[in-house]
């Protein structure tokens, strides 16, 4: 067995691994010198002790939304004035109202850093922290879709600034659902759309200039042939123009070249990561998902694996590999399956929200029944590998990896885990 000085001293393709992260926020962020202006626009009230409008910016995943906001905000902190804050947060983690109370507290109440505070004694010494500096504070939400009671979170920061007599709160909310602020209390849209930005995908050509820059930083001059680079982007801008995902490809073909020995990055190298990172991304946005979706597509692989009693009248629609499978029986399914893993099935209009849910997220597609079946159905098909995907799902659940839509009484008989 190899010690860590022998593995540390192999030789590497890569010069600056860093940099090829999705989360390395580069000096220069190609084609996005417009938004970033915008955004600098809208925040530099704070350095003259004024109060900014709320922000939302929105568009797809791998737009450089966060990479935008986050640049902005390193250069606002370099400012260094005495009464400008910015506190960031992404709500997958702090997800709901006192978990984003608790962080602004953390961040700037020290004797506060700990649990057993109600919201309402943390919204007092925030307010009271606020006004005795007089405070700009600018508060960046990413993701923000993801806080489950985002209405009270809304009332609650936009309700403070007419508490305060000195200082303010100011919100950017950062969200990939472009429909995110139509679901919100009319209010709360008010409030926080008082500003908003569209991120449009990055093209092809974008993404190759982009995958050039990073590939100029993390690796050596030569190390990756100009094909490989016009492979990854063309397959990044399929993804609708994701330069996350366009980055991975680039990181996991260097892994791979490493892993092989090999001196050089081609289109082997891309094709080979792009099967390894759709997996890897099919399995994280899994894990992230709630009980009941999870539990929809699980349904939906058991199916596919056992085979659609109603494979034969599919004849004619898209299925060419037999692989479709009809709304109503992944609903039977999914009731099932409630039961094994003791969750109290939804409505079929939830059901309904959840598959479009998953459709938007890739993980299957949907399309119309054909004329060889009675009525109108959707016809579903799962996008991975059903055997994974059933497996992780299990797994998610065996260790307690799974966050409720609601707080539910358990029943029913637990799923056999293979």
């Known amino acids: 067995m190899p010690t860590f000085s022998q593995i540390l001293s192999k030789p590497?393709?890569?010069?600056?691994?860093?940099?090829?992260?999705?989360h390395y926020v580069p000096d220069?962020?190609?084609f996005r010198e417009e938004q970033i202006e915008k955004i600098m626009?809208?925040?530099?009230?704070a350095l003259k002790n004024e109060r900014p409008r709320n922000v939302f910016v929105y568009g797809k995943t791998g737009t450089g939304k966060t990479a935008s906001v986050r640049h902005v905000m390193k250069k606002f902190e370099e400012e260094k004035?005495?009464?400008a804050k910015t506190c960031y947060m992404n709500c997958r983690i702090y997800n709901s109202r006192y978990r984003v109370?608790?962080?602004?507290?953390?961040d700037f109440i020290p004797e506060m850093d700990k649990a057993g505070f109600g919201v309402a004694t943390l919204y007092e010494k925030i307010l009271g922290w606020i006004a005795a500096g007089s405070y700009r504070l600018i508060i960046v939400l990413d993701e923000v879709d993801m806080v489950s009671d985002l209405d009270e979170l809304m009332y609650t920061l936009t309700r403070a600034n007419d508490d305060l007599k000195q200082g303010s709160i100011s919100l950017i909310g950062i969200s990939n659902k472009l429909d995110f602020k139509n679901v919100l209390d009319p209010r709360s849209r008010s409030s926080l759309c008082e500003t908003e930005?569209?991120?449009?995908?990055?093209?092809a050509n974008q993404l190759?200039?982009?995958?050039?820059?990073?590939s100029q930083m993390g690796f050596g001059q030569g190390i990756v042939d100009e094909s490989a680079i016009n492979f990854a982007s063309a397959i990044a801008a399929q993804e609708t123009g994701d330069a996350r995902y366009a980055l991975r490809l680039l990181l996991k073909a260097g892994e791979l070249a490493d892993e092989h020995s090999v001196s050089k990055i081609t289109d082997k190298e891309v094709e080979d990561a792009r099967k390894s990172v759709d997996s890897d991304i099919a399995s994280e946005i899994i894990a992230t998902l709630p009980d009941q979706q999870q539990i929809v597509l699980y349904a939906a692989s058991c199916l596919t694996l056992g085979g659609s009693k109603y494979a034969k009248l599919f004849a004619g629609t898209e299925d060419e590999d037999g692989k479709f499978l009809s709304s109503g029986e992944v609903y039977e399914e999914y009731t099932r399956a409630c039961k094994g893993f003791k969750r109290k099935k939804r409505s079929s209009r939830w059901y309904r929200e959840y598959l479009n849910d998953l459709e938007m997220l890739g993980l299957i597609t949907m399309v119309d029944s054909g004329p060889g079946m009675r009525g109108h159905t959707r016809l579903i098909k799962v996008g991975y590998p059903p055997t994974e995907i059933k497996v992780l799902i299990e797994k998610n659940f065996m260790h307690g990896k799974v966050?409720?839509?609601?707080?539910e009484e358990a029943g029913g008989t637990q799923v056999k885990l293979q």
Do not use: C, G
Not at 101 to 106: R, S
Not at 197 to 203: G, L, W
Not at 208 to 214: F, W
């Open 101 to 106: 109370m608790q962080k602004i507290t953390k």
């Open 208 to 214: 190759q200039a982009i995958l050039l820059q990073r």
């Open 81 to 83: 004035t005495a009464y």
């Open 41 to 45: 626009n809208w925040v530099a009230p």
């Open 403 to 407: 966050h409720s839509v609601e707080d």
């Open 28 to 30: 220069i962020l190609p």
């Open 12 to 22: 590497s393709i890569f010069k600056d691994r860093n940099t090829l992260s999705s």
């Open 197 to 203: 930005m569209v991120f449009a995908p990055y093209s």
